[in-house]
């Protein structure tokens, strides 16, 4: 039997609607969305429009879309995820959750300090989730929004089927500006395709379910080809004309180092050969850069967020928490805030 979205409906009496937009149903585009995703996907089109009249738009999240944290220089950004808060609050998470971590590194070959930092660095350790509403966001970017408006588009019917796949309430669920969820802040076509339910009570819960979060980052990194015990980057020296079509390709895994080698790079610590790398560099001060080559570790990192920036601080995050989990012994443990589970609506 088909799902619908008419008890939400229902549940949804909590939430005013004074602030709704009644304009966006009026819109043509709107109107065509709304007939596809009902045809492709099975919803109730009554209940569609029902829902779509609860939506308020969020016109200042555009305004955020154009001014993305990764546009500063490597100097500027590193401090904002290597610091003592995140390396301490990490130390603590590890700690807190062992015997987790160490199951799922069991299971997916992802290193407890290598979830832990992901999930440092886009949350805070479970702090920082977002305070808007997921369907809000997504149908405000996806129809105001040109210059993204496919991928966000796609990412709206996603959730529409994700918020009818976990039997809840599409308006219950929060996340970033950018429809980012939970601890590991999942967009929703990568929760469909990676969240996981580790502990078997049938929901993918990664905003109050700690463990579903924690193996949906090692699941998400393996699906790209996180390679258990492989090393993430290093620096090198550079030389030559080839230099600069190698690093407008720095997000693709074209090249084996020694291919590499041959076109001017040279690594500064013995490195396999036939291993297959990236070209990246990081303004480290003001005026100076440095190169450096991603592996296929890396290059997992950059599938979670595309950016040289967030994976070289993913990467320096996990190894100053696990030194920070080694070294310290007075490290209290954290009660980090735990979302209430979502009640089922469908």
């Given at each position: 039997m088909r799902k619908t979205l008419i008890t939400a409906l229902f549940a949804l009496l909590p939430f005013s609607v004074a602030h709704a937009d009644e304009a966006l149903l009026a819109r043509p585009e709107v109107q065509e969305y709304l007939n596809q995703v009902s045809s492709e996907q099975g919803f109730d089109r009554a209940e569609l429009n029902a829902l779509f009249k609860r939506v308020n738009t969020k016109p200042n999240v555009l305004d955020i879309l154009d001014r993305p944290s990764t546009s500063r220089p490597w100097y500027q950004f590193r401090d904002n995820f290597i610091n003592p808060t995140r390396i301490v609050g990490g130390?603590?998470?590890m700690r807190r959750y062992k015997t987790e971590l160490d199951a799922i590194e069991e299971r997916y070959g992802v290193p407890p300090e290598i979830v832990?930092?992901?999930?440092?660095?886009?949350?805070l350790y479970g702090r920082n989730t977002g305070s808007f509403r997921v369907l809000d966001v997504l149908t405000t970017i996806a129809f105001d929004?040109?210059?993204?408006?496919?991928?966000?588009?796609?990412e709206l019917t996603e959730f529409l089927i994700l918020a009818r796949e976990e039997n809840a309430d599409p308006l219950s669920f929060m996340g970033s500006y950018a429809g980012a969820m939970g601890w590991p802040q999942f967009m929703p076509s990568s929760?469909?395709?990676y969240a996981v339910d580790w502990n078997g009570d049938h929901h993918r819960d990664i905003w109050g379910t700690p463990v579903d979060a924690m193996a949906s980052v090692a699941n998400f990194l393996v699906a790209y080809g996180w390679q258990k015990g492989g090393a993430i980057m290093q620096p090198v020296n550079v030389a030559g004309d080839q230099i600069e079509p190698l690093l407008a390709?720095?997000?693709?895994?074209h090249y084996t180092v020694e291919a590499l080698m041959q076109k001017g790079v040279t690594p500064l610590t013995e490195t396999d050969p036939a291993q297959q790398a990236v070209l990246f560099t990081l303004e480290t001060e003001p005026g100076f850069t440095r190169h450096y080559l991603g592996f296929t570790n890396f290059y997992a990192l950059t599938r979670y967020n595309k950016s040289t920036l967030y994976a070289s601080a993913v990467a320096g995050l996990a190894d100053q928490i696990r030194k920070a989990y080694t070294e310290t012994k007075d490290l209290t443990t954290p009660q980090p805030k735990v979302?209430?589970?979502?009640k089922s609506h469908w």
């Open positions: 130390a603590r998470f832990t930092a992901v999930i440092g660095c886009e949350t929004y040109p210059r993204r408006a496919d991928f966000f588009m796609n929760f469909r395709k390709d720095k997000f693709n895994l979302a209430a589970k979502r």
